[in-house]
């Protein structure tokens, strides 16, 4: 099935450092998720987005729908130990509460 | 809010055997998905239900894969004659209308065919 591409796929950096990544696309979303997966687990919600152009923050984190609707952007400041984790973008259709399309995912690991 | 809830959370199973998993939604939320995540990538979408009609099959569940909703609240996942390719974290989660449809996971189920 299609994944969105997430870049990069795997970042290392020091505690106190900021950390971007972006998701893009083929094909135009409605809306944008971001979620944090730890090993074993099911993906936890961080950021939802629903128009484009929209800048939304969750504490440290800062995510944007991009304005051709085919990317969004995820920002962490100040990255703490308890960040390393799994980072996904979806995206979902037109359809209302319709099925999400995952990207490939960025693996974060923090370093004292 | 309880939150999503999977049973059971390991099952390892002999191919060709048949398995069953549960899911039950946060109370309320009237939409269920089916997703599956092998290693290494995002998860895929299986199927989902609004309230007890199945609205949507993804092409990834096959004659093999059935799902259920009898009463609009917990759903069950079976495999029949289970294959090594179907080893997989099978996740489950729920939403309802907020302003969207913001979807919440489950902590899956982890399956291993041997």
């Known amino acids: 099935g299609q994944q969105l591409n997430q870049s990069p796929q795997s970042m290392f950096i020091q505690e106190g450092e900021d950390v971007s990544m972006n998701c893009t696309s083929s094909?135009?979303?409605?809306?944008w998720l971001w979620y944090k997966q730890d090993p074993g687990e099911g993906p936890v919600l961080l950021i939802a987005?629903?128009?484009?152009?929209e800048l939304t923050s969750n504490g440290r984190l800062t995510a944007q729908f991009g304005i051709t609707r085919k990317d969004s952007f995820l920002n962490i400041s100040a990255s703490i130990p308890s960040d390393v984790g799994i980072y996904f973008c979806?995206?979902?259709?037109?359809?209302?509460?319709?099925?999400?399309?995952f990207g490939t995912g960025t693996r974060l690991q923090v370093t004292l | 809010d309880t939150g999503v809830s999977q049973d059971p959370r390991h099952k390892i199973t002999k191919r060709g055997q048949n398995v069953t998993f549960r899911c039950d939604p946060i109370?309320?939320?009237?939409?269920l998905y089916w997703y599956r995540q092998t290693l290494g990538q995002g998860p895929e979408f299986l199927t989902y239900?609004?309230?007890?009609?199945?609205?949507?099959k993804s092409r990834l569940l096959s004659d093999r894969f059935s799902a259920e909703r009898p009463k609009g609240s917990f759903s069950t996942l079976e495999i029949q004659r289970t294959e090594q390719g179907d080893s997989a974290m099978y996740l489950c989660?729920?939403?309802?209308?907020?302003?969207?449809?913001?979807?919440?996971f489950g902590p899956g189920t982890r399956l291993t065919v041997t």
């Open positions: 094909s135009i979303f409605n809306t």
């Open positions: 987005l629903y128009k484009a152009g």
């Open positions: 989660a729920s939403s309802f209308w907020t302003g969207g449809y913001e979807q919440y």
């Open positions: 979806a995206g979902q259709g037109w359809a209302i509460a319709s099925k999400l399309t």
């Open positions: 109370s309320e939320h009237n939409r």
């Open positions: 239900f609004q309230n007890e009609a199945q609205l949507e």
